[in-house]
């Protein structure tokens, strides 16, 4: 009759009760910084030209103290019309992410492609409510593909390490 308890039925307790399994949890997130400017009021509003919306993202993310990390979804949007400017958004907004047992290899494609993937959504309430706030239609940002955008930085550092790996080194 075979043991039931053998260790791959049963796996062993960990003292205390610890449990080492990876984790990260979304703790907090925030307006870390917002700016909404409308420059050329109330004459923008009479405009009758077509705005070009320009969208700018950044992400950032830093240790800001043991296992705790903010990862910080930037968002520039300016709107232009032949007559001027009509508004800059600027939106920084945050979330403090908690990591327990994580590789090392692991937390920049998280804090990279999934955190501001979680955090998107509200962002974009908040830069839609602001544009609108500030007497425009509200600016509704078509959804952002973040885990493609970072394979995409991989695909090119990794490009980017090839050629000069192959570059020729010197002269001979």
């Not at 399994?21 to 030209?49: M, R």
């Not at 300016?78 to 908690?98: P, R, W």
């Not at 394979?151 to 090839?162: C, L, N, R, S, Y």
């Amino acid at each position: 009759m075979a043991d039931e308890s053998s260790p791959e039925t049963n796996p062993a307790p960990q003292p205390n009760g610890e449990d080492t399994s990876p984790a990260i949890g979304l703790i907090s997130q925030y307006v870390k910084d917002l700016s909404f400017e409308n420059p050329s009021a109330p004459a923008a509003f009479q405009w009758q030209s077509a705005p070009q919306i320009d969208v700018q993202f950044n992400i950032a993310a830093e240790g800001v103290g043991d296992n705790l990390f903010e990862v910080t979804l930037k968002i520039d949007v300016t709107s232009k019309a032949d007559e001027g400017t009509a508004f800059v958004i600027e939106l920084q907004y945050a979330g403090l992410f908690g990591v327990r047992n994580v590789p090392e290899d692991q937390l920049q494609p998280f804090f990279l492609a999934e955190a501001p993937r979680i955090l998107f959504p509200f962002a974009r309430r908040i830069v839609a409510d602001a544009v609108r706030d500030g007497g425009f239609p509200p600016l509704l940002l078509e959804p952002v593909d973040f885990h493609g955008l970072f394979m995409q930085q991989v695909q090119a550092a990794q490009d980017e390490g090839q050629s000069e790996a192959s570059a020729p080194v010197g002269q001979a």
